[in-house]
């Protein structure tokens, strides 16, 4: 598990993060909504890019030996389920156009998935450096 990722994959799961995030964040601030809905989907898309950072950094820390408490490692999965149920849900009961909650669904999933990707990304450069520590807890 040391090969450094390419830099076209580096880039990519950059441009995907980015990508993501801004079109949720400009769909919000377009819409036409209260702004405690518009806060209530940022807080969801900024606590689901940190539940889903959190599963990934569990995974690969066991993966690695790295301890990791199993309260902590069902916290991570458990809020990116709840993350994920919770914008379901307030999409489900939203009165928006079909096409719009389309919208943010696809533009959540690919923030979430990028994070994934930019955070496995980063731990694999760091990873693969010759003199990398072996054992890291700051990833």
Do not use: H
């Amino acid at each position: 598990m040391n090969q450094k990722p390419s830099s076209a994959f580096i880039g990519a799961s950059w441009v995907a993060l980015m990508a993501g995030f801004a079109a949720y964040n400009i769909g919000l601030f377009n819409a036409t909504m209260q702004l405690n809905e518009k806060g209530y989907y940022f807080t969801i898309l900024i606590f689901g890019v940190f539940a889903a950072i959190s599963v990934q950094k569990c995974v690969r820390d066991r993966l690695e030996g790295i301890p990791v408490t199993n309260i902590y490692y069902g916290i991570a999965w458990f809020c990116t389920v709840l993350s994920l149920v919770l914008l379901t849900v307030g999409l489900w009961n939203a009165t928006l156009a079909l096409s719009e909650k389309g919208f943010y669904a696809m533009a959540f999933i690919l923030t979430i998935f990028a994070s994934i990707a930019v955070q496995k990304n980063t731990r694999d450069s760091i990873g693969s450096e010759p003199n990398a520590p072996k054992e890291s807890n700051n990833l």
